[in-house]
Nanobody, 114 residues
Framework: VQVAESGGGWVQPGGSLRLSCAAS????????MYWYRQAPGEEREFVAY??????????ADSVKDRFTISRDNAENTVTVYLQMNNLNPEDTAVYYC??????WGQGTQVTVSS
């Protein structure tokens, strides 16, 4: 199983970014996928989840109504997106994609500042 995130960067408060996660090496329609984040000095925290079909999503309260998780399934590859709108400095963190039980990507840095 391989998991790799991309799309991070710097954005001003109120701006938007879209993160991507490419995961492969398994039947894509069999697993839910997650986004987590970790800010400096903080523990890693849950951000969003999408089930195997993309029909069910859940969000942390801190990002609800601002972030949207989605996915595109291919046979042995899945791409998971995290559309992030109305970003604020508290969203600054390294964002990680995860496939259960414990397959993580290397993370992508998101920095929100003026």
């Amino acid at each position: 199983v391989q998991v790799a995130e991309s799309g991070g960067g710097w954005v001003q408060p109120g701006g938007s970014l879209r993160l991507s996660c490419a995961a492969s090496g398994f039947t894509s329609s069999s697993y839910g996928m997650y986004w987590y984040r970790q800010a400096p000095g903080e523990e890693r925290e849950f951000v969003a989840y999408v089930d195997s079909t993309g029909g069910l999503t859940t969000y942390a309260d801190s990002v609800k109504d601002r972030f949207t998780i989605s996915r595109d399934n291919a046979e042995n590859t899945v791409t998971v997106y995290l559309q992030m709108n109305n970003l604020n400095p508290e969203d600054t963190a390294v964002y990680y994609c995860k496939r259960s039980p414990n397959y993580w990507g290397q993370g992508t840095q998101v920095t929100v500042s003026s």
